[in-house]
């Protein structure tokens, strides 16, 4: 990291991840032009998850090569007062794989919607029954994080 006056620990990127409603996933595709996308996303442990679609060009990108970035942003603001920002971010590289076990895709989807949605969980077994079959799950095993902010001065 080039600004290690910026560096933060670990412990900083794992609690900016889980603040974050999403981070960008970046894919290879092979080609000149790279590919990224939003996602919604929660962490359990040391692993991401993310749900999606059964097919289209995210997945065909992952089952040709698995490596991924991601990155986090929080608390992104202008100083008043300076040409600067003040923000917390955190980066993880990773390797992407598709949950397959039905429970294991119910226990994650959960967790994301106890993230994102907490107030609609009475209907989540419902959303389950109609959605599960049509619903992709994935995990990426996160291999390195790294985080870094720039706070307001004391």
């Known amino acids: 990291m080039r600004r ?23 894919v290879a595709t092979g080609e000149e032009t790279p590919y990224c996308l939003p996602l919604s996303m929660v962490r359990v442990g040391e692993t991401l998850y993310f749900h999606c679609a059964l097919e289209g060009k995210k997945l065909d990108l992952l089952h ?4 991924v970035f991601l ?26 794989f598709e949950i397959a ?19 609609r969980m009475a ?5 389950i029954e109609k959605g599960l079959k049509v619903t992709g799950v994935w995990g990426i095993r996160m291999e390195l994080v790294t985080a870094k902010a720039k706070k307001y001065p004391k």
């Open 101 to 119: 076990d039905e429970q294991e895709k119910i226990e994650t989807l959960r967790a994301l919607c106890e993230k994102l949605t907490p107030d």
């Open 4 to 26: 290690k006056d910026r560096e933060e620990s670990y412990e900083f990127g794992l609690k900016v991840i889980d603040r974050c409603e999403y981070g960008v996933m970046a």
């Open 64 to 67: 040709q090569n698995p490596k």
């Open 71 to 96: 990155s986090f942003v929080r608390a992104n603001e202008a100083a008043t007062d300076q040409f600067t920002t003040y923000f917390e971010s955190a980066m993880v590289a990773g390797t992407a």
């Open 123 to 127: 209907q989540f077994d419902r959303a």
